[in-house]
């Protein structure tokens, strides 16, 4: 590998300056520390770069590094780690609102919560955490008479919700403080918190960071959380329009063989996690089961660095194995004697919200059987730099339980992440590697690439492929 590299090296390498750290996954990788000058020979792609270090050389990730005076590096250091400006920036327009406002599922359940325990909210003091148009202040102040409700929201949006309040005649109730959970003050404890924090894969944005905080700063002992609880559920799917959609079409398209973009097509459309995805029920090759739970009394802040859960799944019936669909579900708790709890599921059996759900696609499909076990692991690791973002990495294998089914397992690694730029926000960039995937006995390898997307967020993975070994698919064969 190294003595390719060398032959393509530049006369005059290129010096640039390391923003963060990175540790190499193996010796093909460098090791670095931020500030380091690296000097660069090969600008293999645009993920990885061929470089140097003090006589060591290896690939880097191309967008921890930055070509320039130290003094901008330092400036770069300096970035807000949470992007506030942007994300809040994006919240204070209405297409965001307006995508939320039009989800009836997840608007309804909260106006179900606060309906069915309008009794034993009476005189109490809610907080309405990131109340964006203050639809569940509305809710709290038109359906129960709570004594106050204040409506806390960071964005630029506040202001409108004044508006709003007014309108509708609630401002002896509705309170609203514009500014960041973290930063506000309010001249009581609370009784209720509630907030609309979900994220893709439950977690994403990190919202539930502020609650927390809130949680542990304003709700007084015995108060009540909502959502009180959340899982999120994980299921091997099979997704054969998708596939045929994106893989197969370039098989014989027009009566010509394209084929030879179906490497390409791969790269594209399966090495990112496909967002807003509605899998049908039919297309679960197994029961769904929650693989992580929070509870939202005892969740601490640094519970959400790393958040492990595991899976053992019995497929239901054969099919093709294309990969896994995620969504989550989160509970409201009843605080009425012999009430019963609402609960918000964004699962394929419930009406379809906003967030749909999230496929992560294999390379490739993998045929399995009735009776045959998919088990492993789900890790979801906060990005330590930029902390809206995070990476889920699955752990899986297969234990056929017939001849017909091949043994067989894989590591995949998934980085999400979102610019947040002004309304694009919904055009997430994602980023996946595979790493060490057994079929047959034959192993093949991937370099996980640390980085990917703009300079905004230098800590990201990307896609970088090295091929090993020759890895046999049905009847498709490649090198990895």
Known sequence: MQSEKEDEEDASPE???????????????????????????????????????????????????????????????????????????????????LEMLSDKSR?????QVVLSNSASLRSKVVMDLGCGTGIISLFCAQLAQPSVVYAVEASSMAEYTRQLVKQNGCEEVVTVLQGRAEEIELPEQVDILVSEWMGNCLLFEFMVESVLLARD????EGGVMWPSS??????????????????AFWERPYGLDFTPLQPLAQQEFFTKPKFSHLIEPDDCLSTPCDVIFLDMYTLKVKDLEEIEGQFQFCVKKSGFFHGF???????????????????????????PTHWKQTLFMLDRPVSVNAGDSISGSVLLRRNPIWRRHMTVTLHW??????????????????????????????????????NALHF???????????????????????????RKHLLSLGSVKYNL
């Open 325 to 351: 669909t995620a969504w989550f579900t989160v509970y409201f708790e009843s605080l009425e004697a012999e009430g019963a709890a609402v609960e918000l599921n964004t699962g394929p059996d419930s009406e």
């Open 217 to 220: 700063r304003w709700l007084r």
């Open 15 to 97: 010096e640039y300056l390391a923003l963060c750290s990175f540790t190499g996954s193996d010796s093909d990788q460098l090791t670095f520390s931020s500030g380091d000058r690296l000097l660069v020979h090969v600008k293999t792609s645009s993920d990885w770069w061929w470089a140097e270090l003090q006589g060591d050389k290896g690939y880097a990730p191309a967008c921890y590094l930055r070509q320039g005076a130290t003094e901008e590096v330092e400036d770069a250091s300096l970035e807000d780690p949470w992007q506030d400006e942007e994300y809040f920036g994006s919240y204070g327009t209405l297409r965001l609102h």
């Open 440 to 466: 047959n006995h034959a192993m093949s390898e991937r370099r996980v690439s640390p980085c990917g997307g703009d300079n905004l967020s230098p800590s990201l993975p990307a896609v970088d492929f090295h």
């Open 230 to 247: 959340a899982a999120l559920t994980l299921v091997p799917c099979q997704a054969n329009s998708y596939f045929a959609e994106n893989m």
């Open 107 to 111: 608007t309804k359940a909260y106006q």
């Open 397 to 434: 294998k297969i234990n056929g339980n017939t001849q017909e089914t091949d043994n067989c397992q894989a590591n995949i690694l998934f980085s999400l992440y979102t610019p947040f730029i002004s309304w694009l926000i919904d055009f997430f960039y994602y980023f996946m590697w595979r």
